[in-house]
């Protein structure tokens, strides 16, 4: 078929990525029949994509080994440390706390022994529960802001 090979050099990415319409595209099958020289360039590029996705994709896929084996490694004693502290700190503040504030609030000493001397001033029966909530509440908060903060700088890391 009569054709410009290098005009045709030019339909053939388009012929790749299936953009043509069926009338160029069954010209350029036509070309490639025929013309050693175009059919040439349509495997070199062909060639050429391949190995361009080719190491794309290897380069994401080691990207991505790299992360999963960074997160292995840093990822599972930082997680079950963060996991054990909390679950310390929760059991230990928050009983200990919530223990303490239940003998306030019931002024158990007094109960139990009646003497006006163990009778524990209001101010301290309902000040220092509503204190202990209040540092607990604040140190919590703060706790998950942390986490999520480094959570996210976690997240800016994979992304580098
Ligand atoms: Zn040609």
Not at 73 to 97: C, E, P, R
Request: include cysteine.
């Amino acid at each position: 078929m009569k054709h410009s090979c290098q005009e045709t050099e030019s339909l053939i990415s388009g012929y790749l990525d299936r953009e043509l319409t069926q009338s160029d595209r069954q010209r350029v099958d036509l070309i490639l029949e025929d013309c050693d020289r175009c059919a040439a360039s349509l495997k070199q590029l062909k060639k050429l994509r391949e190995s361009v996705s080719t190491l794309a994709f290897d380069q994401l896929t080691k990207t991505e080994k790299d992360n999963m084996t960074k997160k292995a490694k840093t990822g599972l004693g930082a997680n079950l440390g963060q996991l054990l502290a909390i679950a310390g700190l929760i059991l230990v503040y928050g009983i200990g706390s919530f223990w303490l504030s239940w003998e306030l609030i019931t002024d158990a000493k007094f109960v139990e022994t009646g003497d006006a001397d163990d009778k524990v001033p209001l101010f301290i029966r309902f000040g220092i529960p509503t204190l202990i909530g209040g540092v607990g509440i604040l140190f919590f908060t703060v706790l998950f802001q942390r986490l999520k903060t480094a959570r996210i700088d976690k997240y800016r890391d994979v992304q580098i």
